[in-house]
């Protein structure tokens, strides 16, 4: 029996009907790893529609109800479906290797989503009204001094920024002397932001990106927010060097 053989006989060993609190489990963690090394479109979609299915549609319902994750102009059904349709697009980024949870990272990558898709929606309405409302009146009333003209500098933007800090924050992780938490931290940051554009899409609000990075953080750490915060000042430091350095 090959190792692909015995991990599904192990599939259905486990294939007791989960407790309604514990519906991603073992068994449901086992069914991801087969997904992700199944070689075939019918592998696929028989460990999806027999294993995940079902536990992925009670986790996005959970989330959705949980935080109050609604959009406007979409009922819950749609919403759901759209989410659940975007996590799929995302779960071959899962790296069992790495030893996290799958339920943690489908998870954060639902709130993400739906949070990011929230924001979104909320500032094209406002877009719509308030940015056609203002620069019509300040146009025709003539307030030349409240209209600034901005060039696009190419030369410092968020891609580059990123790119910089993981040169850097590489390099830190070298460093022996890191405590266990600052350890734990910096792989997380280099986790998520080698991985920004896949997971916060559509957030652009700074205090929004705040809330959802320390959410990522505390899930991939299992660090207190204390922790993060105390663990952070290094990477912090590092931070601001680089911007100041930029803007030179």
Wanted: with cysteine.
């Amino acid at each position: 029996m090959n190792q692909d053989e015995k991990q599904t006989d192990d599939l259905k060993k486990k294939g007791r009907k989960p407790k309604s609190d514990n519906y991603f489990d073992e068994r449901e963690e086992l069914a991801v790893r087969l997904y992700l090394s199944a070689t075939t479109f019918e592998e696929k979609n028989k460990i999806y529609n027999v294993s995940l299915r079902k536990p992925l549609d009670k986790m996005i319902s959970s989330i959705i109800r949980r935080y109050k994750l609604y959009r406007k102009d979409m009922d819950f059904q749609e919403i759901h479906t759209d989410t659940h349709s975007f996590l799929m697009t995302k779960i071959d980024k899962f790296k069992p290797s790495k030893e996290k949870k799958a339920y943690s990272y489908f998870g954060t990558i639902c709130k993400n989503y739906l949070m990011g898709q929230i924001i979104k929606d909320q500032k094209d309405t406002n877009r719509k009204i308030s940015y056609e409302d203002i620069s019509s009146d300040l146009e025709n009333n003539g307030r030349e001094d409240l209209i600034y003209y901005i060039d696009n500098d190419d030369d410092f933007d968020t891609e580059r920024i990123i790119e910089s800090f993981l040169t850097r924050l590489y390099v830190i992780l070298q460093d022996q002397n890191l405590s266990e938490n600052e350890r734990k931290l910096g792989e997380s940051l280099y986790e998520v932001f080698i991985n920004y554009d896949q997971i916060f899409v559509s957030t652009d609000n700074n205090k929004f990106n705040k809330n959802i990075i320390l959410l990522s953080l505390r899930d991939m750490t299992n660090l207190s927010t204390k922790e993060i915060r105390s663990s952070m000042k290094k990477y912090k430091k590092v931070y601001f060097d680089l911007i100041q350095n930029m803007v030179k």
